[in-house]
């Protein structure tokens, strides 16, 4: 009787050590697809970016047509690319079509309302368009998120500017200069303040 019990028990034994050896293969492979997975996405990811680096790249030098062809590139490599459409709006918007710009700079922010480079980008559109109220109310938005932002702090001072409120562009204008002395040779060039040049505070606010 004795020797009749082990062999059932022999052969459970067997059963449950194959068991556990397919249950390791089976976790091995679930691993290594995973990390197929993984490394696919990660691949694209670097696609779509790429995309995305020459786009700002080539917006930074003032090429729109190559801008948004990097960024309608990207865009279809990832559909729900907040970056891409921003980008893509505030060159489409520099190259003449605000319309079409304004459309692409709003799906940005349905993409993500956190986009807060996106919401520099709509407050020049906006300016684009002579919308200058709602052009101040995105820069006052970037302001929100980042208070020493030199260049909303100047889109402000060029809104009151050629809004005829001189006391208050000039004093947002001292503010952007305070943060970063290098507005001070924007201010002096730009059409927006052409008209103070005789003016004495903005020449010594500027150095003229």
């Given at each position: 009787m004795k020797r009749l019990l082990i062999l059932p028990f022999i052969a459970l034994t067997i059963v449950f050590n194959v068991?556990?050896?397919l249950l390791v293969d089976e976790q091995a492979n679930t691993s290594k697809t995973t990390e197929r997975v993984q490394e696919a996405q990660k691949n694209e990811l670097?696609?779509?970016?790429?995309?995305l680096i020459a786009a700002k790249q080539a917006l930074s030098t003032?090429?729109?047509?190559?801008?948004?062809?990097?960024?309608?590139?990207?865009?279809?490599?990832?559909?729900?690319?907040?970056?891409?459409?921003?980008?893509?709006?505030?060159?489409?918007?520099?190259?003449?079509d605000t319309t079409k710009g304004l459309a692409d700079t709003k799906k940005a922010y349905?993409?993500?309302?956190n986009n807060v480079a996106n919401y520099y980008n709509?407050?020049?559109?906006?300016?684009?368009?002579?919308?200058?109220?709602d052009?101040?109310?995105?820069?006052?938005?970037?302001?929100?998120?980042?208070?020493?932002?030199?260049?909303?702090?100047?889109?402000i001072a060029t809104i009151y500017a050629d809004q005829g409120?001189?006391?208050?562009?000039?004093?947002?204008?001292e503010k952007a200069i305070n943060i970063d002395p290098s507005v001070k040779a924007v201010a002096a060039e730009q059409d927006h303040f052409e008209r103070f040049h005789n003016n004495t505070r903005f020449k010594t606010l500027v150095g003229l």
């Open positions: 068991g556990c050896s670097i696609k779509v970016d790429s995309h003032g090429d729109y047509a190559k801008t948004i062809e990097e960024a309608t590139s990207s865009i279809k490599d990832n559909p729900n690319s907040s970056e891409a459409y921003s980008v893509r709006g505030f060159a489409t918007a520099l190259k003449g349905d993409l993500d309302p709509m407050a020049m559109v906006y300016k684009l368009q002579g919308q200058l109220n052009s101040k109310q995105w820069f006052e938005k970037v302001l929100e998120k980042d208070p020493s932002n030199t260049w909303s702090i100047y889109g409120d001189d006391t208050k562009a000039l004093d947002w204008l």
